[in-house]
C-alpha cells in the first residue's frame, strides 16, 4: 500500500484541502513552494505511463481538481505550475501518480 492510499484511508494525517469521488489533495509535508499541494487519485495509477484509456475520465478529474484547489487557495489569478513526475529518473518518489499544484512564488522556464 503506497503512502498515499493510506492517507486516502484515513491511516494516515494529512492536511486535506478539497476530496470529491475521484481524488484527494493535501498540502506536501517538504513544500517546494509557499503553496504545494499533491492533488491524487484514489485508484491507484503508478504514473502517466502506466494509465490506461479507462483512466482518462479519471486524469481528467484530477486536472479539473486542480482547478479548485487554485481557486479555493487564491492562487488562480497570480498564477501555479502543475507538474507530474513520473518514474525515479523524473524526481517520482511515491509510485501512485499524483500532480503538484505550486504557486506563491516566481518559477523559470525550464525548471531547475
Not at 484547489?69 to 501518480?97: C, I, K, P, S, W
Request: aromatic share 8%; charged share 20%.
Amino acid at each position: 500500500m503506497t503512502l498515499f492510499e493510506k492517507i486516502i484511508a484515513g491511516d494516515v494525517p494529512a492536511d486535506i484541502v478539497y476530496e470529491d469521488e475521484w481524488c484527494v489533495a493535501f498540502r506536501d509535508i517538504n513544500p517546494q513552494a509557499p503553496t504545494h499541494v499533491l492533488i491524487v487519485p484514489r485508484k491507484v495509477i503508478v504514473n502517466v505511463a502506466h494509465a490506461t484509456p479507462d483512466d482518462a475520465l479519471r486524469m481528467g478529474k484530477v486536472l479539473l481538481a486542480a482547478g479548485e484547489v487554485a481557486r479555493q487557495l487564491g492562487v488562480d489569478e497570480t498564477g501555479y505550475r502543475l507538474v507530474f513526475n513520473n518514474g525515479a529518473g523524473a524526481g517520482q518518489t511515491v509510485f501512485h501518480m499524483h500532480c503538484h499544484l505550486l504557486a506563491g512564488r516566481a518559477f523559470s522556464w525550464p525548471p531547475g
